[in-house]
T-cell receptor
Framework: ETGVTQTPRHLVMGMTNKKSLKCEQH?????MYWYKQSAKKPLELMFV???????ENNSVPSRFSPECPNSSHLFLHLHTLQPEDSALYLC???????????????FGPGTRLLVL | EDQVTQSPEALRLQEGESSSLNCSYT??????LFWYRQDPGKGPEFLFT???AGEEKEKERLKATLTKKESFLHITAPKPEDSATYLC?????????????FGEGTQLTVNP
């Protein structure tokens, strides 16, 4: 098991629901990420939080809202999702700091989301 | 724009049949190339980071190599438990921070 945990592991929600995904890292890292993984597609970076930057992928719809209260916790708030948002949502963390040897990302187990 | 292309898309091997997976990349100023293993329904598991052409790293039956244009993941005498999707990613180019660009992966199946 990695040092990155995610809850819940599975989530089924209707298009009018509001839910949140939680990620916690126990590695002492300074950067955290949300990815979306759909079948037959590369991992898609959604959001980055680090000491150096907060990056939002402009192509991510506003129905996804990230929150990073501290360097160990990351949330993804979901509201009025669409069926095409069904995917595996992965959280990752890295040491950060900009050095090339600090960029290795460690992933959590993911949340399998199904939007009905 | 950084690009990563992995081939083949899928590979079936018999137990003990060695082979290689390819990761071709286009990035200006490579900072690192990363290999991950992903089992169905789980998050990617980190395997290797390579930083410069000519570098090699090994772990059990896996060996990763890097050139200026591509990386290979060599699997020697694979076992059924090596079956997984192998992902390649790069960092570099004009992007700042620790953002990685991933390929679509190679789905490896090792039959007993």
């Amino acid at each position: 098991e990695t040092g990155v945990t995610q809850t819940p592991r599975h989530l089924v929600m209707g298009m009018t629901n509001k839910k949140s995904l939680k990620c916690e890292q126990h590695l002492g890292h300074n950067a955290m990420y949300w990815y979306k993984q759909s079948a037959k597609k590369p991992l898609e970076l959604m959001f980055v939080y680090s000491l150096e930057e907060r990056v939002e992928n402009n192509s991510v719809p506003s129905r996804f809202s990230p929150e990073c209260p501290n360097s160990s916790h990351l949330f993804l708030h979901l509201h009025t999702l669409q069926p095409e948002d069904s995917a595996l949502y992965l959280c990752a963390s890295s040491q950060g700091g900009g050095g090339s040897n600090q960029e290795t990302q460690y992933f959590g187990p993911g949340t399998r989301l199904l939007v009905l | 724009e950084d690009q990563v292309t992995q081939s083949p898309e899928a590979l079936r091997l018999q137990e003990g049949e060695s082979s290689s997976l390819n990761c071709s990349y286009t990035v200006s100023g490579l900072r690192g190339l990363f290999w991950y293993r992903q089992d169905p329904g789980k998050g990617p598991e980190f395997l290797f980071t390579l930083y410069s052409a000519g570098e090699e790293k090994e772990k059990e039956r896996l060996k990763a190599t890097l050139t200026k244009k591509e990386s290979f993941l060599h699997i020697t005498a694979p076992k059924p438990e090596d079956s997984a999707t192998y992902l390649c990613a790069v960092s570099g180019g004009e992007t700042s921070g620790s953002r990685l660009t991933f390929g679509e992966g190679t789905q490896l199946t090792v039959n007993p």
